[in-house]
C-alpha cells in the first residue's frame, strides 16, 4: 500500500547502507536491518561500525557515482586528510597554534575512527585520545555533557589552558573546550565554531572576488551574544529556523556557502554547485593575482575537507585546526572575539507536551494561552533577557532556555519561566528546580 501510495519501481536497483555503532545492540539491529532489506530483494552494502557522519558521506557518494567522493572508509579518510594536510602547509606550528590538542571520544565510535584517521594524519597534528572506548558511552564525558552541564568530561586530564575537544558517542556533534588556571570551564560551542569558520571563509571569500555570498544558520539555542557578532561585526546574513539540523541544511543550501551550526556542535558548511564549480575552476587559473589565486585555492582544499553531507565532529575538527593554524591562534585567543551571555537550560515533564506550540523558529510559544505573555514579564526584568520554550522532537519532556547578564540571571529567568510552563502546561512529578 505504501508503496503504491508513493508510486515505488519494484523492479528499481534498492541499494541501501547499513552501519552500526559500538552499543552492544548494535549488531543485533544491524543484522535485522540486513535480513529485513535482504527479504525485500534490497542490495545490502554493509560498512560495518562507522560513525553516523560517514555513513552519509558514503550515501552521498554513491549516489553521485563517486563525483563527490569515494564510498569508502579509506576513501573518505583519504580525502580529507589530504586537503588538510594541504592546508596546513610544511609548518605545523603558528603563532600562538600549537598542532596537539586532547580528545575525549565520549567512550564512542568517533574514539575508534580518530584512532585510524591519526594514521592518515601523521605529524600533522598530535592527538591524545581520552575516553576511548573503555568506558560507557557518554556516560560523564562527551559533547552533549560538556555542553549541557557546562563541566569538562571526566576521564581526561586536567591541563591549564589546554586546547581539548569533545565529541558524542557517533561522532557528528563536536565543542572546544580548556580549563583555566582557577579549573574554570571555558566552552567553544557550535556558535563559536560557526562563528570561527565564517570570519574565516568570508575573507577567503572576500580575496577570492568570485561573487559569491556566505550565509549563517542557527536556531533560537545560539548564544544572543554570537548572533550580535555575525550580524553587527561580521556583517553577515543569519538566518534563525527551528531546532533539528534539517532545518538548518535546507535553510543553509540558499547561500553559495552555507554555514549551520547548532549550538551543541552539530554543523557544517555546504557549497552550492554554482559556488563549487566558480572555485574549482578559478583554482586552474595560473594567471590569476597570486594573493586572490592562493584564497581560492584555499577554499577548494577546504571543499575537500569538509564533509559537507551532515554534521561530522572529525571532518569538521579538521576544518577548525586549519582555521587556527592559518591565523596563529591559541584557544584563547579564539574565545577573545565576544563574550558568551551565560544561560541555562532546563527540562520540564508534562502530561502532553505536545500543548505547547510554537511559531517564529521556536522562539515564542502560542500554546497553552498566557505562557509567552508570563515569558515576556520574567524577561524584562532582567538585563539582556531571552528566554524560549519548546517540546522536545527527541524526548517527552518541554525544553527551556534562558539567557540574560549573568549565570545567576539565567538561572533564576529559566526557573521562573519553568515553573510557568510546569503550572500552565500540566507539569508532572517534582515542581522545576535548577539542576
Ligand atoms: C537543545 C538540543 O540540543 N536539542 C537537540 C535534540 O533535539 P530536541 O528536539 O531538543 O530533543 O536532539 C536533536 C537530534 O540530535 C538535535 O538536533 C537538537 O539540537
Same mark, same amino acid.
Given at each position: 500500500?505504501?508503496?503504491e501510495?508513493?508510486?515505488?519501481? %519494484?523492479? /528499481?536497483?534498492?541499494?541501501i547502507?547499513?552501519?552500526?555503532d559500538t552499543?552492544?545492540s548494535?549488531?543485533?539491529?544491524?543484522q535485522?536491518a @540486513?535480513?529485513?532489506i535482504?527479504?525485500?530483494?534490497?542490495e545490502?552494502?554493509?560498512?560495518?561500525?562507522v560513525?553516523?557522519?560517514?555513513?552519509?558521506?558514503?550515501?552521498?557518494?554513491?549516489n553521485?557515482?563517486?563525483?563527490?567522493?569515494e564510498?569508502t572508509e579509506?576513501?573518505?579518510f &583519504?580525502?580529507?586528510?589530504? $586537503?588538510?594536510k594541504?592546508l596546513r602547509?610544511? &609548518?605545523?606550528s603558528?603563532g600562538?597554534?600549537v598542532?596537539?590538542?586532547l580528545?575525549?571520544?565520549?567512550?564512542?565510535?568517533?574514539?575508534?575512527?580518530?584512532k585510524?584517521?591519526?594514521?592518515y *594524519?601523521?605529524?600533522?597534528l598530535?592527538v591524545q585520545?581520552?575516553?576511548?572506548? #573503555?568506558? &560507557?558511552l557518554n556516560?560523564?564525558?562527551? $559533547?552533549?555533557?560538556?555542553?549541557?552541564q557546562?563541566c569538562?568530561p571526566?576521564?581526561?586530564?586536567? !591541563?591549564t589552558?589546554?586546547?581539548?575537544?569533545?565529541?558524542?558517542g557517533d561522532?557528528?556533534?563536536?565543542?572546544?573546550?580548556?580549563t583555566?588556571e582557577?579549573?574554570?570551564?571555558?566552552l567553544?560551542?557550535?556558535?563559536r565554531?560557526?562563528?570561527?569558520?565564517a570570519?574565516?571563509?568570508m575573507? *577567503?571569500v572576500?580575496?577570492?572576488n568570485?561573487?559569491?555570498?556566505?550565509g549563517?544558520?542557527?536556531t533560537?539555542?545560539a #548564544?544572543?551574544?554570537?548572533?550580535n557578532?555575525?550580524s553587527?561585526?561580521?556583517?553577515? +546574513?543569519? $538566518?534563525?529556523v527551528p531546532?533539528?539540523?534539517?532545518?538548518?541544511?535546507?535553510?543553509?543550501?540558499?547561500y553559495? @556557502?552555507g !554555514?549551520?551550526?547548532?549550538?551543541n556542535?552539530?554543523?557544517?558548511?555546504?557549497?552550492?554547485?554554482?559556488?563549487?564549480k566558480?572555485?574549482c575552476?578559478?583554482a586552474?587559473?595560473?594567471?590569476l593575482p597570486? &594573493?586572490?589565486?592562493?584564497?581560492i585555492r584555499?577554499l577548494?582544499?577546504?571543499?575537500?575537507a569538509?564533509n559537507?553531507t551532515?554534521?561530522?565532529?572529525?571532518?569538521?575538527?579538521l !576544518?577548525?585546526?586549519?582555521?587556527l593554524h592559518?591565523r596563529g %591562534?591559541? @584557544?584563547?585567543? %579564539?574565545?577573545?572575539?565576544?563574550?558568551?551571555?551565560?544561560n541555562?537550560?532546563?527540562?520540564?515533564?508534562?502530561k502532553d507536551r505536545?500543548? !505547547?506550540?510554537?511559531?517564529?523558529?521556536?522562539?515564542k510559544?502560542v /500554546?497553552?494561552p498566557?505562557l509567552?505573555d508570563?515569558? #515576556?514579564l520574567?524577561? =524584562? #526584568?532582567v +538585563?539582556?533577557?531571552r528566554?524560549f520554550v =519548546?517540546p522536545?522532537g527527541?524526548?517527552d519532556i518541554?525544553?527551556?532556555y $534562558?539567557?540574560a547578564?549573568?549565570q545567576?540571571?539565567?538561572?533564576q529567568?529559566a526557573?521562573?519561566?519553568a515553573s510557568?510552563?510546569?503550572q500552565?502546561?500540566g507539569g508532572?512529578?517534582?515542581?522545576?528546580?535548577?539542576e
Amino acid at each position: 500500500m505504501l508503496a503504491e501510495a508513493e508510486s515505488i519501481d %519494484w523492479e /528499481a536497483r534498492a541499494l541501501i547502507c547499513v552501519g552500526q555503532d559500538t552499543r552492544p545492540s548494535s549488531p543485533d539491529l544491524a543484522q535485522a536491518a @540486513i535480513t529485513g532489506i535482504t527479504v525485500m530483494g534490497g542490495e545490502v552494502k554493509d560498512y560495518g561500525v562507522v560513525t553516523t557522519p560517514m555513513l552519509h558521506y558514503f550515501v552521498a557518494s554513491i549516489n553521485t557515482d563517486g563525483i563527490y567522493a569515494e564510498a569508502t572508509e579509506d576513501g573518505y579518510f &583519504k580525502k580529507m586528510t589530504t $586537503a588538510f594536510k594541504k592546508l596546513r602547509g610544511d &609548518k605545523p606550528s603558528n603563532g600562538n597554534y600549537v598542532p596537539s590538542i586532547l580528545f575525549d571520544g565520549a567512550n564512542g565510535v568517533g574514539a575508534l575512527k580518530m584512532k585510524v584517521c591519526l594514521s592518515y *594524519l601523521g605529524d600533522s597534528l598530535q592527538v591524545q585520545l581520552y575516553n576511548d572506548g #573503555n568506558g &560507557k558511552l557518554n556516560h560523564l564525558c562527551g $559533547a552533549d555533557y560538556v555542553k549541557v552541564q557546562q563541566c569538562a568530561p571526566h576521564g581526561v586530564p586536567r !591541563i591549564t589552558n589546554a586546547r581539548c575537544v569533545s565529541v558524542d558517542g557517533d561522532a557528528d556533534r563536536i565543542v572546544y573546550y580548556y580549563t583555566d588556571e582557577c579549573d574554570k570551564l571555558h566552552l567553544l560551542d557550535g556558535d563559536r565554531i560557526a562563528t570561527l569558520v565564517a570570519d574565516y571563509l568570508m575573507e *577567503l571569500v572576500q580575496k577570492s572576488n568570485l561573487g559569491l555570498q556566505l550565509g549563517l544558520v542557527q536556531t533560537a539555542y545560539a #548564544n544572543g551574544s554570537s548572533t550580535n557578532y555575525i550580524s553587527k561585526t561580521l556583517k553577515a +546574513p543569519v $538566518a534563525c529556523v527551528p531546532t533539528g539540523v534539517k532545518h538548518l541544511h535546507q535553510k543553509a543550501l540558499e547561500y553559495d @556557502i552555507g !554555514i549551520y551550526f547548532e549550538a551543541n556542535g552539530h554543523g557544517t558548511v555546504i557549497f552550492s554547485d554554482f559556488a563549487t564549480k566558480r572555485i574549482c575552476c578559478a583554482a586552474e587559473e595560473p594567471s590569476l593575482p597570486k &594573493k586572490q589565486l592562493c584564497a581560492i585555492r584555499t577554499l577548494a582544499a577546504i571543499i575537500e575537507a569538509i564533509n559537507q553531507t551532515v554534521g561530522d565532529a572529525i571532518s569538521d575538527l579538521l !576544518i577548525l585546526e586549519t582555521v587556527l593554524h592559518a591565523r596563529g %591562534w591559541s @584557544i584563547q585567543d %579564539w574565545e577573545a572575539a565576544y563574550t558568551d551571555l551565560p544561560n541555562r537550560q532546563l527540562k520540564v515533564t508534562l502530561k502532553d507536551r505536545r500543548v !505547547i506550540e510554537t511559531t517564529d523558529a521556536e522562539r515564542k510559544s502560542v /500554546a497553552p494561552p498566557g505562557l509567552q505573555d508570563q515569558i #515576556n514579564l520574567f524577561v =524584562r #526584568n532582567v +538585563p539582556n533577557g531571552r528566554a524560549f520554550v =519548546r517540546p522536545s522532537g527527541t524526548e517527552d519532556i518541554v525544553r527551556v532556555y $534562558a539567557e540574560a547578564d549573568t549565570q545567576a540571571n539565567a538561572d533564576q529567568l529559566a526557573l521562573q519561566v519553568a515553573s510557568a510552563v510546569y503550572q500552565l502546561a500540566g507539569g508532572v512529578g517534582s515542581p522545576p528546580a535548577l539542576e
